[in-house]
Nanobody, 124 residues
Framework: QVQLVESGGGLVQAGASLRLSCATS????????MGWFRQAPGKEREFVGS????????SYADSVKGRFTISRDIAKSTIYLQMNSLKPEDTAVYYC?????????????????WGQGTQVTVSS
């Protein structure tokens, strides 16, 4: 079993930056994808971006492209979501997720392991 633990959420003003972290409990775990998702109140969970564990490539939702960046620290078994130029519409609970290799897997999923989520609130 793999556990994912997010941290770094908080309350910021529009235009500010935040960096979220996601640490995996098993250092030997090499997922096909590590991803970030978010869910705003009353809305469905949506894909934010992902990092390919094998090819070190990234994918982003159009709504965050150019503002958010995913990176990883292999030694710490941690991935990061750097969020710049935050907007009130970025307010949501952000989840880290990991996907093992499987047929039909895409950057958007499906994912197998999920963190507990961390709240990001952007005030106007």
């Amino acid at each position: 079993q793999v556990q994912l633990v997010e941290s770094g959420g908080g309350l910021v003003q529009a235009g500010a930056s935040l960096r979220l972290s996601c640490a995996t409990s098993r250092h030997s775990f090499v997922p096909a994808y590590m991803g970030w998702f978010r869910q705003a109140p009353g809305k469905e969970r949506e894909f934010v971006g992902s990092f390919s564990g094998f090819g070190a490539s990234t994918s982003y939702a159009d709504s965050v492209k150019g503002r958010f960046t995913i990176s990883r620290d292999i030694a710490k078994s941690t991935i990061y979501l750097q969020m710049n130029s935050l907007k009130p519409e970025d307010t949501a609970v952000y989840y880290c997720a990991a996907a093992v290799a499987k047929r039909g897997l895409r950057p958007e999923g499906p994912y197998d392991y999920w963190g507990q989520g961390t709240q990001v609130t952007v005030s106007s």
